[in-house]
């Protein structure tokens, strides 16, 4: 009875993990619309944001004497909050490694979501950690948002990259390197009235630029991750289905092949016990 008790261990076992994987995707899916609503509104605003910012940029006078080199460069890195993700940190960690090997100066690099041990080992660079949690990431980012947008204000040549998986469907999240600071020049320039004058606004500004930008990264990489786990919970549903139903026919098989040689055996003793009692009826 090895080989069934066996068969029945693993069936107990992918049994298991497959109620883990359906309860993780029903949740996925009550939270995914959520998501999907927070990364749009995000992106709105921040494309809004952008066209005003970018306009207002080009009014303002950088202070005399402020040097035109990049002197310091800000990296940030959307990683994903939670696990069964599939390779959703995976594909972003390759894109991170890609834009740090062409920075001739090493930049200050930001790595937020679930901490993982494995950056230090892949990166190989000094980077500081932000947990970034859904209801307390502006809190957590506000102290560097506020670091950034100082320096810009003091003169310095500030660039600053986010580095997130965009979402683009629900079948694909492309990692992407995107400059937010400074912003391009808008398309077509227009003519807008200030009140007061740019020198007042630009700073409240600025600052409401950097945590739109960060608002829209940090909402698309969060609805991606979603999307991501959906779809790698449903594949392991599946896949747990077709092993359950394999082992289920290997067990039947087995049981069956078991039940087979059980009453070949018992048929044979008693052919060998009826031939026995032939002998001895006959005197033999």
Not at 181 to 202: M, Q, R, S
Not at 215 to 228: D, H, L
Request: net charge positive.
């Amino acid at each position: 009875m090895s080989q069934l008790s066996a068969i029945k261990d693993r069936v107990r076992t992918i049994t298991n993990l497959h109620k883990v994987t359906k309860a993780m995707e029903m949740v996925t899916r009550t939270k995914i619309h959520k998501m999907r609503q927070n990364a749009a509104s995000a992106k709105d605003y921040q494309e809004l944001y952008a066209g005003l910012f970018g306009a207002l940029a080009l009014k303002y006078v950088i202070k005399p004497g402020a040097s035109q080199e990049t002197s310091q460069k800000y990296c940030l890195a959307f990683f994903s909050q939670k696990g069964f993700c599939g390779g959703f940190n995976e594909k972003l960690l390759n894109c991170l490694r890609a834009a740090l090997a062409t920075e001739k100066i090493p930049p200050k690099l930001y790595l937020l979501g679930r901490f993982q041990a494995k950056w230090k080992h892949v990166l190989a660079r000094e980077f500081q950690h932000i947990a970034a949690r859904e209801n307390t990431y502006r809190e957590e980012t506000a102290g560097l948002v506020a670091e950034i947008g100082a320096k810009i204000l003091a003169g310095e040549k500030i660039e600053v990259c986010f580095i997130y998986n965009r979402l683009v469907s629900v079948l694909e999240q492309t990692p992407l390197a995107q400059k937010i600071y400074p912003p391009d020049p808008p398309a077509v320039e227009k003519e807008i009235l200030l009140e007061p004058d740019v020198d007042a606004l630009y700073p409240e500004a600025l600052k409401g630029y950097l945590t739109a930008c960060l608002a829209k990264a940090y909402w698309e990489s969060a609805a991606g991750e979603y999307y991501f786990r959906l779809l790698s919970m449903k594949n392991a549903n599946d896949n747990a289905e077709l092993i359950l139903g394999g082992l289920l026919l290997e067990y039947n098989k087995t049981r069956q092949t078991r039940i087979t040689q059980e009453l070949s055996e018992v048929i044979s003793a008693f052919d060998v016990l009826k031939v026995s009692a032939e002998k001895k009826e006959r005197g033999v």
